[in-house]
């Protein structure tokens, strides 16, 4: 059975802002495990590995996945669309978190089943803000969904 765990899984391809982001993390207070994947493709194949039910009992599903839209070998798009075709995967919380506010990319990821969608800010400080808003309201308040589907 597939459960969500604490990992929040970073779909992010530019590495200064894989820096930023586990800095503001870090600064935040956030003691959330994050998982990096650089690709579309590497994206698939982690989550593909966790989505098998009755394993994973020592890896569960991370709790959250930030993803980025801009990636190399398959878009933040298609990684979503293909994760919302997944029994296992289609209710893990997805946040958007990307450099575009073309309304077509906002419209194409809620389209897609993004949960949230949020674009980086120009600042440390402001992503450090937007780290913490993220935690109150994803890791801290939110009632995350019953991943056993099979269950149901």
């Known amino acids: ?13 530019d590495p200064n802002d894989v820096l930023l982001i586990r800095r503001a993390f ?8 994050i998982e990096v ?13 966790l989505s098998s039910p009755g394993e994973r009992k020592d890896s569960p599903l991370p709790m959250l996945v930030l993803l980025d839209l801009k990636l190399p070998r398959k878009s933040g798009l298609e990684v979503l669309a293909w994760m919302r075709e997944q029994p296992h995967l289609r209710r893990l919380p997805v946040v958007i978190l990307t450099s575009s506010r073309e309304s077509s990319d906002i419209n194409k990821a809620y389209d897609s089943g993004a ?15 937007m780290v913490a808003s993220l935690n109150m309201y994803w890791l801290i308040l939110n009632e995350p ?6 269950a149901e």
């Open 1 to 13: 059975m597939a459960r969500i765990g604490q990992t929040i899984l970073l779909v992010e391809d």
């Open 145 to 150: 969904p019953d991943m056993d589907v099979e």
């Open 115 to 129: 949960n949230s969608y949020l674009v980086k800010p120009g600042s440390f400080e402001d992503l450090m803000e």
């Open 37 to 49: 994947v650089e690709d579309g493709e590497k994206a698939v194949s982690y989550l593909e590995s």
């Open 26 to 33: 870090e600064n935040t207070k956030i003691a959330n495990p």
